[in-house]
């Protein structure tokens, strides 16, 4: 599909009678949560976007990262359709083939463990909570205590969801105001100083959940010894480390999963490992559970809490359920998401294209003055502006881009991994020119 934006963005600006109308219609039907813009989308294919007027768009988002093969990949319309004339829903009572063989997927990249599969984010976040206060409930071998270990660590400017467990969780007093009383057991510390956390464990401690990388709070990475340190922490401490990858999973930074960036302290160090087409590097900090959401189901709703076998072994029949959860529709669209994602090398791709990004972004002399830091890994890449700009996403898709701006004042850019070179250079081109106001 030819890049064509024959349209100006003032043309672009005006609100025509067709969008006018479904506004008008959204206002009377919609609840008013989301900060909708005044655009409606039409249809996708690939990188690509059109709204109902015909104005096209390069997608440098992904629908919050959930488009990670872009818009109605052929592989993934056939998997759909094909599995949408066979069987769609029968209940976890039976055992259907896709579940199986998505979880196999997960074991061949990430590393040896067992799935359970619900329809968002949250709820894999809600249910490695669970299994971390089961894990807990039983007394601990490495302290001896037979206190019951129930309270969750997690860091400020974190985001694990919208739930009232996931919001107590989550690192950011604006996504919890209202909302109060907060759930108990869920105490935040900062991100990256490896004493505070050590410190805010106490004998009622039962896990640890961190981003790899964290999304939402604004693209922040963490020293290359924290990871592995909060690793042995919990390795001595007997605590369940709950890895949220449902931004850094499925190949979005680089790598398979976030957390293979992450080095053992004994691996020899020398920056992060490089991208590679395997799964389990052997330095690579494990997790005890990592959750998955967004990208797995590739704009399907799509939740996997994916667990090393010792911890799993505690979710017994009766302990959890998801009703819908490990659909074969969403499940035979999640084991071609990797199938592609493999027999295309998007890994590779994503790592080479976040290089790209990056050394463009860097170079460009007129965006300097504007930003502070450029920041991330693979195609998750946060621009730390020096001062917001008011209205930046719509100003950004009038000129024809999609992307998002978090934490007030970072841009991001996390376009689908098969983005094609000459569609993410002309994406970022016209986001330079957005976020420096010319042409
Ligand atoms: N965890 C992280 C790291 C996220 O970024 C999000 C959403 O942005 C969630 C969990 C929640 O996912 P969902 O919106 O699918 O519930």
């Known amino acids: 599909m030819p890049l064509s934006d024959s349209k100006t963005s003032a043309s672009r600006a005006e609100v025509s009678p067709r969008t006018q109308a479904v506004l008008d219609r959204a ?3 919609l609840i008013g949560n989301y900060a909708r813009l005044p655009i409606v989308m039409d249809r996708g294919e690939g990188s690509l976007l059109w709204d109902v007027d015909g104005n096209q768009y390069i997608d440098l988002f992904a629908g919050f990262g959930g488009c990670i093969l872009g818009h109605c990949h052929p592989a993934l319309v056939a998997a759909a359709g094909e599995q949408a004339h066979k069987l769609w829903h029968v209940g976890n009572t039976y ?3 896709p579940q199986v063989e998505f979880a196999e997927r997960l074991n061949q990249f990430a590393f040896k463990g067992q799935a359970f599969f619900c329809h968002s984010g949250l709820e894999a976040n809600e249910a490695a909570v669970k299994l971390a206060r089961l894990r807990g409930s039983t007394s601990s071998p ?3 205590s037979s206190k019951k270990r129930w309270k969750i660590i997690s860091l400020n400017k974190s985001f694990h969801g919208r739930s009232l467990a996931m919001i107590s969780a989550t690192g950011n007093p604006a996504v919890k105001a209202g909302f109060e009383p907060a759930v108990p057991g869920f105490v935040q510390v900062e991100p990256g100083n490896f004493d505070a956390l050590a410190s805010a464990v106490d004998d009622e401690t039962a896990g640890i959940i961190m ?4 999304g939402e709070g604004g693209i922040n990475l963490y020293p290359a010894d924290y990871a592995p340190r909060v690793r042995q922490l919990c390795d001595e401490r007997g605590l369940t480390l709950i890895f949220d990858e449902v931004w850094t999973g ?5 790598k398979w999963f976030g957390h293979q960036y992450f080095c053992k302290l004994d691996a020899p160090r020398g920056g ?3 991208a590679g087409p395997t799964s389990t590097e052997s330095c690579a900090v494990l997790p005890d559970i990592m959750t998955l959401g967004k990208a797995v189901g590739a704009g399907l709703p799509v939740g996997v ?4 076998p010792e911890a799993a072994a505690l979710m017994v029949p009766g302990k959890h359920g998801c009703t819908l959860g490990g659909n074969p529709i969403c499940m035979a669209v999640a084991r071609t998401v990797f199938d592609v994602i493999e027999r295309e090398r998007l890994v590779e791709h994503a790592a080479r294209m976040g290089e790209r990004a990056v050394a463009r972004l860097r170079e460009d002399a007129r965006l300097k003055p504007k930003i502070t830091e450029i920041r991330g890994r ?6 730390e502006l020096k001062e917001p700009i008011e209205g930046f996403v719509l100003k950004a898709a009038r000129r024809g881009v999609i992307a998002n701006v978090t934490a007030s004042k970072v841009v991001r850019i996390a376009p689908p991994i098969n983005i094609p070179a000459e569609q993410l250079d002309r994406g970022l081109e016209i986001l330079i020119d957005a976020i420096v106001g010319d042409r």
Do not use: Y
């Open 27 to 29: 206002t009377g039907a």
């Open 95 to 97: 055992h259907t083939e």
């Open 142 to 144: 490495q302290t001896g």
């Open 211 to 214: 981003e790899p990388i964290q």
């Open 250 to 254: 499925c190949g979005r930074t680089g």
């Open 272 to 274: 992060p490992a490089s």
């Open 305 to 308: 809490m994916f667990a090393r």
């Open 378 to 383: 693979g195609l998750m890449l946060g621009i």
